[in-house]
């Protein structure tokens, strides 16, 4: 049996949305109910939605109009119905399709999909989800500064959340979310997918660095060996994809000095004190190592603050480098120039000090001349006395 052409219709329609055909023809009946409703309200007939039922042939598209059992389908009711019947149908298959829309990516919320970038306004960047004619939305907040996006770019994105807006449903995703990482590595090592190995902590600066604490419940198994993977091969893979991003994979601990020495990397921590009221850290570090900890623009103790949670003061040579210094903006544009504050600090504590030694120097050698002039008069006294006597 040939499919009619109002099937064929109703299920062209429920295809290209994603929907079920049961859903489709409920819309259409809820459709034409309403519109049976109007007409009678317009010929002053008062009617409730309750006491309707619409009677609608799947294959061949006839409607009946039912009421207490009866046929009450207007003469021409086909011709004066068809527009508001449209207009409903049409809104009740939105809410179907952003019910459908909705619940699906619910799921998928914290997951990593592909995304084709179809369209770039006033900094949004909207990508097409593949799925339903899906589009998910990634503004300027969720973007990686460095990263410059194109038309028909295919980009990985994490889904971050589903929103209600004055435009619809939409789908934020993002790039520059610290899970996106993690759900990079999730999706590389196979270890942490299968939970052997975990991510305990991580921080960033989107398009700079990462910082990334793991820990592995198998002593067999070495978690940031897992991370980097052969030759580096697994964290290449997902330095690649964030177009460069540097990633400091580093082991975590439940000792709180070893874990703070560790996220320091790539610097040499000789030793570290823990001030747990104040919740802070003195490190100490060699005197070649003071600018590794400190970090271009101070960054590498930056995100070790942040991994760990801990205000980490960096102990050198140049003088105690703290946590407030780099929130302050202490910090210039290079290490150098940190180095070069303290070693300013330290030339103006010498120059006091080269003060302090010179005045007491000059206070010696005062005190040295008036003795000097004492025994000089003394010495002519004594002199005077004896040609007295003679």
Known sequence: MAISEFNAAISQVAAEKGITVESVLESVKSALATAYKKDRREAGEKVEL????VDLNPDTGEVKILKDGMDVTPSGFGRIAAQTAKQVMVQKIRETEKD??????KEKIGQIMSGIVFRIDRGTVTLDMGKNRSQGVMPKSEQVPTEAYRINQRLKVLVKD????????EIIVSRSDPKFVIELFKQEVPEIASGVVVIEAIAREAGSRTKM??????EKIDPVGSCVGQKGVRVQSIIS???GEKIDIVPYSNITEKFIAASLSPAKVTEVELNKEENRAIVTVPEDQQSLAIGKEGQNARLANKLTKWKIDIKGIAG???SEDVEQGLVGATPE?????WDEEIKKANEAEEAKRQEKKNIEEAVKSSDNKESVEQKEQEQTEEKVEE
């Open 213 to 218: 604490a793991v820990s592995s419940s198998d």
């Open 241 to 243: 994809e964030l177009f």
């Open 100 to 105: 459908v829309v909705t619940s699906e990516f």
């Open 162 to 169: 589903i929103q209600d807006t004055t435009r619809g449903t």
């Open 50 to 53: 309750e006491e309707i039922v």
């Open 320 to 322: 105690v480098f703290s």
């Open 337 to 341: 120039k940190v180095v070069g504050f």
